[in-house]
């Protein structure tokens, strides 16, 4: 590796050791290889069908203030959905130990 690169490496490793936060978007391909529910699966969900609802019409913060029961049942159950799956592989890659950074951290 020439320098160059060696240099751009240590200098993004020195913004995420040093970041206050750290978000990574890993989008609905790892749910999918985690064996969870995507976005048309959960639209195509009883209780969503019989309502007429898509999965962007509950996630949003709107229907919090339309439908609050829904809205919460909705997201507690994807939390305990994604807290039960079995990891991907790929999640490996991403994973940092919470414990060592200064803020702490959550990662679902």
């Not at 999640?91 to 951290?105: C, E, N, P, W």
Request: hydrophobic share 45%; with cysteine; aromatic share 10%.
């Amino acid at each position: 590796m020439d320098s160059v690169h060696t240099q751009a490496i240590s200098a993004a490793a020195a913004a995420i050791r040093d970041a206050d936060y750290l978000m990574i978007g890993a989008g609905a391909g790892a749910s999918a290889d985690s064996n969870l529910m995507v976005f048309n699966q959960v639209s195509a969900q009883p209780q969503l069908t019989s309502r007429n609802l898509t999965y962007d019409q509950v996630a949003c913060l709107d229907r919090m203030c339309k439908d609050p029961a829904l809205f919460y049942g909705f997201w507690l159950s994807s939390i305990a959905a994604y807290s039960a799956a079995e990891p991907h592989k790929g999640r490996q890659l991403t994973k940092i130990d919470h414990r060592l950074h200064r803020f702490g951290g959550l990662y679902f």
